[in-house]
């Protein structure tokens, strides 16, 4: 597809620089409707009690149609996800389990996951930017560094399951997309979401097939070959990382133009909406306890194979076992740090909101 959209367009680049621009552009839109809409799953489970319902129903909504889309395009032979890890025949449960954990309390504890974070710092939150640059750190020190070792030997426990995706099963993929869809559209519908963030939800939903589209399908190239990736924070921050300190050993791909694109678009959406403010810690505890949870989150989110977008939004739409069981696990953290935040007692650690 990419050899003829390049000969009708004149593009004279390859198909790994096309993926940044297209990065870049879905994470334009992506910041500033995650902006607007709050997007935040820790706010949906653990927020302020009357927010949970509402930021439940744009999480809700936006996977809805991340399912719904995702799975047109795979009926349609735009992407096929037959050789994608998440479709992995051997399954490493203790790996996604203990980094879904890990990742789901340091989101709690950081006051919000990599994604809301990335949103934030466009918005001028530096408390975010500090997360940010220490979950990069570890993130990567995980996939290649120091923290490897641990990686590799958690990643040993594994099972081959009967299925590896939910289409496995009786009904085929469409009828289990349907009651996936159906169930979210429900919570969505009762969650007393305004009409606004509900449209920005679906919006911000729609990136994610557009993405697998568009790296999978559009900038297909038998002679060069890019890998099929959808929106996720994990891996691309620790690649944007190690190309802002190494340009001249590695090119830029989608997920480093994903990550200048969703702080550029929130930039816009916090500027345009009169929302932009500069914040800062307030004191060295805070600094402290946001490092030690974005390590949390950094390590996490490599050993569960992404974050609430990566194995969530985009995983999940594939009806990947693996993405679910990392989700739940995610999911099963928030609540379990929130819970034990709750009987600490709110503001014990001297904590700042980052949202």
């Not at 889309?69 to 096929?80: P, R, S």
Request: proline share 5%.
């Amino acid at each position: 597809m990419f050899e003829i959209l390049s000969k009708t367009l004149g593009l004279e680049i390859g198909p790994r620089a096309a993926s940044v621009w297209l990065g870049l552009a879905l994470g334009i839109a992506f910041g500033a409707l995650a902006f607007l809409t709050r997007f935040c799953l820790r706010r949906a489970l653990v927020g302020p009690l009357p927010e949970r319902a509402p930021a439940r129903g744009v999480w809700a909504l936006a996977l809805a149609v991340a399912i719904l889309g995702t799975q047109i395009a795979v009926a349609a032979g735009w992407v096929d996800f037959a050789a994608h890890r998440f479709h992995a025949a051997s399954l490493p449960m203790v790996l996604i389990v203990v980094g879904g954990l890990l990742f789901g309390a340091g989101a709690v504890l950081a006051r919000g996951c990599i994604t809301r974070l990335t949103v934030l710092t466009g918005g001028g939150n530096l408390r975010a930017l500090f997360g940010l640059l220490v979950f990069a750190v570890t993130a990567h020190a995980t996939l290649q560094g120091l923290l490897v070792p641990l990686r590799t030997s958690l990643g040993t426990f594994a099972v081959t399951p009967p299925l590896v995706s939910l289409g496995d099963l009786p009904g085929g993929p469409w009828v289990w997309s349907a009651v996936l869809v159906a169930a979210l559209l429900l919570v969505a519908l009762r969650s007393g979401a305004g009409r606004g963030p509900l449209l920005g939800a679906a919006a911000l939903g729609a990136l994610v097939p557009a993405a697998w589209i568009g790296t999978g399908f559009v900038l297909f190239d038998d002679f060069d070959p890019i890998a099929l990736e959808g929106l996720s924070f994990t891996a691309p921050w620790a690649e944007t990382l190690f190309w802002s300190m190494a340009s001249s050993l590695t090119a830029p791909g989608f997920g480093t133009g994903l990550i200048g694109g969703v702080l550029a678009g929130a930039l816009f959406a916090a500027l345009g909406s009169g929302r932009f403010a500069w914040e800062g810690f307030e004191s060295p505890a805070q600094m402290g306890w946001s490092l030690s949870d974005a390590a949390l989150m950094g390590m996490g989110g490599v050993m569960a194979g992404g974050c609430t977008v990566g194995a969530g939004l985009s995983g999940v739409a594939t009806l990947s076992v693996a993405a679910l069981l990392a989700l739940g696990a995610i999911v099963a953290g928030m609540l379990a740090a929130g819970a034990a935040e709750a009987r600490a007692g709110r503001g014990a650690r001297g904590l700042v909101a980052a949202e």
